[in-house]
Nanobody, 124 residues
């Protein structure tokens, strides 16, 4: 089993920045991808960003391109999401996910392990 624990969420004004972290523990894999999704009340889970274990294959939701950056540290079993120029519409619970044995993807059903999420609130 794999455990994922997110941290770094909080309340920030529009235009501000936050850095989310995801610490993975438990079983390890030679090939995996990590991703961030977000979910707001009454809305479907939305893909935000993904990356392969070796730092390649970055993928982003169009609305966060140029503002968010995903990174992975394979040695430390951690992933991060740097979020700059935040907007009120970025408000959501952000969840970290891991997909074993495959490259990055945008579909939540393709991911095998999930964290509990961390709340990000952007005020206008």
């Amino acid at each position: 089993q794999v455990q994922l624990v997110e941290s770094g969420g909080g309340l920030v004004q529009a235009g501000g920045s936050l850095r989310l972290s995801c610490a993975a523990s438990g079983r390890t894999f030679d090939n995996y991808a990590m991703a961030w999704f977000r979910q707001s009340p009454g809305k479907e889970r939305q893909f935000v960003a993904a990356i392969a274990w070796n730092g390649r294959g970055e993928m982003y939701l169009d609305s966060v391109k140029g503002r968010f950056t995903i990174a992975v540290d394979n040695d430390k079993s951690m992933a991060a999401l740097q979020m700059n120029n935040l907007r009120p519409e970025d408000t959501a619970v952000y969840l970290c996910a891991l997909r074993r044995g495959m490259g990055p993807g945008t579909f939540s059903a393709a991911y095998d392990y999930w964290g509990q999420g961390t709340q990000v609130t952007v005020s206008s």
